[in-house]
């Protein structure tokens, strides 16, 4: 089948022609991705996400590339995990600047069961605003992806992060299938996946293209595919790593576009050490997703007001989401915080 047939979603990809896209004429590359991007998507809309760090620093994991392991310092303020109104007035000013969609993570290992309460009503809370609600708290077991998917979560971020060749040269504390076992839970619960990668961590092509085969070969495509491009923090073992190729950059988002055709591709962390030219050549490959906000859990993010900019000379539109009519959000907004408010729930548990 040519690739920019669009007629059957495939997940029988193969190292060999996954590897012959990447090695593509960097043109060729981009109108084939181009064209299958245009197949399925209006090319000039772009789905708008803000993150939130609801619970910062001091995780277990041994994960090279993050700020927030407790195996290094970074010299990252460690929090507890935010109060429930505190996260639905950050969601408030993510909906005020235009985000339709509000993902919280956690630097836990899993959540534990005195926190999923908390968590629960978070999700309850941001869906009653008319907002997308993502959550990314690390490993979930059957009962809890039952419980997010009961609450409303309409996607959970589950990064497979690289290849699982390389995967124990970036993290020994947690192992890949137990990642693939949290995304089978939230599939069989009926939630949305988001799941990608880093890229800019010391890897091979052949780990690129074995990581989006991963993705690429599950029973169902992830629905969001974030690719970051490493933020390189000061004390993590990666502080110092060698900077990707922009074009290699690039050919990972359009064969990521290849592959998951109907995904939303998302040009994820990263956005601020890369130039306007970068990024429109991004959307061309077929980003289509971005992160928006100053801030992305523990970094810096590029200023709203650039990104608005950016759009405006690109021609972009931020994507919409099915909408309930104002006053009924206003509505929803302002129960949910009463109800916060009044709530019990109001976290204590130190981290
Ligand atoms: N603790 C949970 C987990 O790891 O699944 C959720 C939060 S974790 C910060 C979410 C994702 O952020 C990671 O899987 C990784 O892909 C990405 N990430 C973390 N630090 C990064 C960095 N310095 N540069 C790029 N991406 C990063
Ligand atoms: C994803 O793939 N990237 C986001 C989100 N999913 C959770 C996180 C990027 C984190 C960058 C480092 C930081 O800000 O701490
Ligand atoms: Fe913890 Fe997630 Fe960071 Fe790994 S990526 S150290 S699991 S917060």
């Given at each position: ?39 399925h998507f209006d090319a000039n809309r772009v789905q708008v996400s803000t993150l939130l760090s609801i619970k910062t620093g001091a995780c277990p994991e041994d994960c090279k590339y993050c700020p927030q392991s407790g195996h290094y310092n970074s010299g990252l303020e460690k929090e507890k995990l935010m109060e429930v109104h ?128 991963q993705l690429a070969n599950l029973p169902e495509h992830p629905e969001s595919v974030p690719i970051n491009m490493l933020v390189k923090v000061a004390g993590t073992p990666l502080g110092n790593a060698k900077d990707t190729d922009p074009f290699d950059f690039i050919r990972m988002l359009a064969v990521t576009r290849i592959l ?92």
């Open positions: 089948m040519s690739a920019s047939t669009p007629a059957t979603l495939r997940h029988d990809w193969s190292l060999a022609e996954v590897r012959a896209l990447f090695l593509q004429p960097f043109n060729d590359l981009l109108f084939q991705a181009q064209t299958v991007h245009r197949t505190k996260v639905l007035e950050e969601a408030v000013r993510a909906k005020a600047i235009g985000s339709t969609r509000f993902c919280m993570g956690a630097a836990w290992k899993h959540p534990s069961a005195k926190d999923m309460p908390y968590i629960l009503q978070m999700v309850k809370g941001v869906k009653a605003m008319g907002l997308e609600t993502c959550m990314t708290i690390g490993r979930l077991d059957w009962d809890q992806a039952k419980a997010l998917a009961q609450a409303g979560l309409d996607y959970y971020n589950h990064n497979l992060d690289t290849s699982p060749q390389f995967y124990g040269s970036i993290i020994t504390t947690r192992t890949y299938s137990e990642r693939l076992q949290t995304l089978a839970y939230v599939r069989d619960a009926g939630m949305k996946i988001c799941s990608g990668g880093i890229l800019g961590m010391g890897e091979s092509l052949d780990d690129r293209a074995n990581l989006l085969i998951m055709q109907q995904s939303h591709v998302r040009l994820s962390a990263g956005r601020e050490a890369m130039n306007e030219q970068m990024q429109a050549l991004a959307f061309f490959a077929g980003a289509n997703s971005i992160f928006y906000g100053d801030k992305l859990l523990t970094t810096t993010n590029p200023q709203i007001n650039q990104d608005i900019q950016l759009f405006a000379r690109l021609g972009i539109l931020p994507e919409e989401r099915e909408e309930h009519p104002d006053e009924v959000h206003q509505a929803a907004i302002e129960q949910a915080l009463v109800e916060q408010k009044s709530s019990a729930l109001f976290y204590s548990a130190v981290i």
